[in-house]
């Protein structure tokens, strides 16, 4: 059985995706968050710093409404439109985890949507 995971603390899906379901065995998987500032609806201002950090506040609004926290993160895949800007992205990124650290997985793409600089994934566990 699958539920459902929405909140409005993070921007609408925009396709035929939910924000995050919670399976049976309690994993919650997050569908890829760019950027956009759930209050507006837009790409947040800045670079690649901004931009992680946009959307790693977009996967903790959505986990908090599942009842997590970013401790409860098992995995992460972050796409970036351009992997000269990981070590930035990686700066952001350690503001919003602790040890022991989720696995993960950072790929180049061509592009992302909205013309974002970076999407971020992640499966959590209750």
């Known amino acids: 059985m699958k539920k459902v995971i929405r909140t409005p603390q993070a921007p609408a899906a925009i396709g035929p995706y939910s ?9 919650v998987f997050t569908s890829g968050q760019i950027p956009i500032d759930p209050a507006t609806g837009t790409l947040v201002d800045g670079g690649i710093m901004e ?10 609004a959505i986990l908090k409404e599942a009842g997590l926290t970013m ?10 439109a351009d992997m000269n800007d990981f070590a930035n992205m990686n700066a952001v990124y350690a503001e919003f985890f602790t040890e022991p ?8 793409v061509k592009s992302l ?7 971020i994934e992640v499966v959590a566990e209750r």
């Open 19 to 27: 924000q995050a379901i919670q399976t049976v065995g309690n994993l």
């Open 51 to 60: 931009q992680t950090r946009q959307s790693l506040m977009n996967v903790q």
């Open 71 to 80: 401790g409860n993160v098992a995995k992460t895949t972050v796409f970036m």
């Open 101 to 108: 650290y989720p696995a993960r997985s950072a790929v180049a």
């Open 113 to 119: 949507p909205k013309g974002a600089l970076v999407e």
